[in-house]
Nanobody
Framework: QVQLVESGGGLVQAGGSLRLSCAAS????????MGWFRQAPGKEREFVAA????????YYTNSVKGRFTISRDNAKNMVYLQMNNLKPEDTAVYYC????????????????WGQGTQVTVSS
């Protein structure tokens, strides 16, 4: 069992930065691949980024490549999403998720989800 709690969201102007954190409970954290998803109002939840169990591999959706960086610290049971050069279209609720398949784009292939944190980017 893994419980996930996101934090770090907020309101930022376009071009600004935010760092999202996801705190995981449970001794099995390092056995899961981790992902970040986001959901804008009226839209489906979409994949943003993934990091492998060891943290050595990462994968991003095209729209955030070069702006977002995913990382993890297995010693602290933490996952991070550094978001730079934010755009209004990045506005959404951001969720972290844990699963057994690396970089899956499908929400149903993740076993555990956090409650989400709101990110709002003003123009």
């Amino acid at each position: 069992q893994v419980q996930l709690v996101e934090s770090g969201g907020g309101l930022v102007q376009a071009g600004g930065s935010l760092r999202l954190s996801c705190a995981a409970s449970g001794r099995t954290f390092s056995t899961y691949h981790m992902g970040w998803f986001r959901q804008a109002p009226g839209k489906e939840r979409e994949f943003v980024a993934a990091v492998s169990r060891s943290g050595t591999s990462t994968y991003y959706t095209n729209s955030v490549k070069g702006r977002f960086t995913i990382s993890r610290d297995n010693a602290k049971n933490m996952v991070y999403l550094q978001m730079n050069n934010l755009k209004p279209e990045d506005t959404a609720v951001y969720y972290c998720a844990a699963g057994s398949i690396y970089a899956s784009l499908t929400t149903t292939q993740y076993d555990y989800w956090g409650q989400g944190t709101q990110v709002t980017v003003s123009s």
